[in-house]
């Protein structure tokens, strides 16, 4: 007796549920926590069939399983999504035995169940976040990915679908002119425009997260160019739905968005679904990247050699920044001249003597590391050696002055002040010896920055050129501002020289701005007798820069060249 009291008390003061019914299904025991779980208490329970419980949310097929294992004498176990007394639904992990007499007959079912509806709940919550954008609550780009290679997989061979990637325009801009919050309302909003423009086709719309969306149109199209055409329509109607203003925190504004397309499969042969899945995504947003380089609010589709600048340009990097740490890139220099080929000055020029390849044209290299702050290394590698070149000069005696161009990137970042400063100190250089030369685009970006770093290096003795002229956004109220030394002239001016509006006009205009602003002037790119006159007698002091005079020499010729 003493035994069944202790086992009793056990299976009472139990977490999991334990209940007994009879042959007929009538309930003859149920625990402490079976009470507690569903809500109903023992005297409500017992006598009733454990229909009492069912939600109805249970597949028929699970209790016909259930039925099926326990006619045959065997334990069932499995899931039961259940309801309790109040009608709220719970989740058990139910282990259900038939009690079998002496002659192997059914007398009793015991069933012992274990709530795991928080579990469960946790579960799909994981699940969600594995699957799903949580801002938006759409496939993300995981979920995507999958879906395609279920879609890969079936492929026939015989039908085309497309992927277009759907990008909002200047969000970055937004964040930080309104807040974080703001832009998250506005990703709403505009997911939620593109469901309902999207409603009423066969697709699946999925967020890759931030301000990226994907669209997947399934293989209906018999041909490329079918598919092409299905395609393209949806993208214009997707540009088209932004032209309408969004409604975000009591304010009303409109954006763009750059959509990029590939038609999936480009190939019959498909190896690997999820290798190809991830293939096509990263296709449509590299066609994505080409849209927004044409300004955004376009729609462009994806061609190979677009994958082949990326990769092209990776590489570049890549082997650029090993380039600037194995110091491969080599400083050249082209003088500066007066009319009668003295040299006054001269600019500094990089070049890449790749270790395999040979020379670099520096058109291929300097955009790349312009797209990063790879720019601020080559920057800083070129200042570096200038200011080790003009401390040689010095000390020879040669006091002329070189000018080196400063990326925007450069230019923006908040130690640059200081760094150049202590760099001339490094190299105790006379600070009027090195020219900065920057575009005039670097001058409308933030112009209270621009002017507070120009006038603290020109204070120290530091000297500015404006490069390229009257190509840019020449305001005559900017430059005003900025204590700037020198202006040049850009090349193509020059080269218009005999055309009396194109090029004669335009210089005398610019000599006589620097002239009335005390500044000196840089006539780049003068290749000719003629040109050299013209400049000649339209000032004698300009300063020439061309063939005409000197191509750019390694460094260490250009200083022989002196001599």
Known sequence: MSDLKNLNTAIEQSNECVIITNIEGEIEYVNRAFSDVTGYTKGELIGQNPRILQSGAT???????????????????????????????????????????ENDRITHFIGVEEDITERKADEEKLHFLAYYEPLTSLPNRFHLSELMQQVLAAHDGKHYGALLLVDMDRLQHINDARGYEFGSE???????????????REHTLAHLGADAFAVLLPEDASSIQAAKNKAEAVGQLLLATTEQPFHVMREELKISAS?????????????????????????????????????????????????????????????????????????????????????????????????????????????????????????????????????DLQKQGKHLSISVNISARHFRKSDFEDWIDALIKEYEIPRKSLVLEVTEGVLIDDVSDVVAKMQGLSRQGVEFSIDDFGTGYSSLSYISQLPVHELKI???????????????????????????????VVAEGVETKKQAEFLFKTDANVVMQGFYYARPVEATQWRASLK
């Open 490 to 520: 850009d090349q193509s001016f020059v080269q218009s020289i005999g055309d009396r509006r194109a090029g004669d006009g335009v210089i005398e205009t610019v000599i006589s701005i620097a002239n009335h602003m005390s500044m000196r």
């Open 259 to 391: 959509i990029g397309c590939v038609i999936y499969p480009e190939t019959n042969v498909i190896m690997h679904s999820k290798i190809e899945a991830e293939r096509i995504i990263r296709s449509a947003e590299t066609a994505m990247h080409q849209a927004k380089h044409k300004g955004g609010n376009s729609f462009e589709f994806y061609k190979a050699k677009f994958s082949q600048q990326v990769q092209q340009q990776f590489e570049i990097e890549k082997q650029l920044r090993h380039a600037i740490s194995k110091d491969e890139l080599e400083l050249h220099l082209q003088s500066q001249c007066l009319h009668s080929g003295e040299v006054v000055s001269a600019e500094a020029l990089v070049r890449w003597n790749h270790s395999r390849d040979g020379m670099i044209s520096p058109g291929k290299f300097i955009p790349v590391a312009e797209q990063s702050d790879l720019i601020v290394d080559v920057d800083r590698w070129m200042l570096t050696r200038v200011c080790q070149l003009l401390a």
């Open 186 to 200: 506005l990703i709403k909003r505009f997911a939620e425009r593109l469901k309902q423009e999207l409603k009423g």
């Open 59 to 101: 597949a028929k097929t699970t209790y016909e399983r259930l039925w099926n294992k326990l006619k045959a004498g065997e334990t069932w176990r499995g899931e039961l999504l259940n309801k309790r007394k109040d009608g709220s639904n719970y989740v058990v992990w139910a282990t259900i035995t038939p009690v079998l007499d």
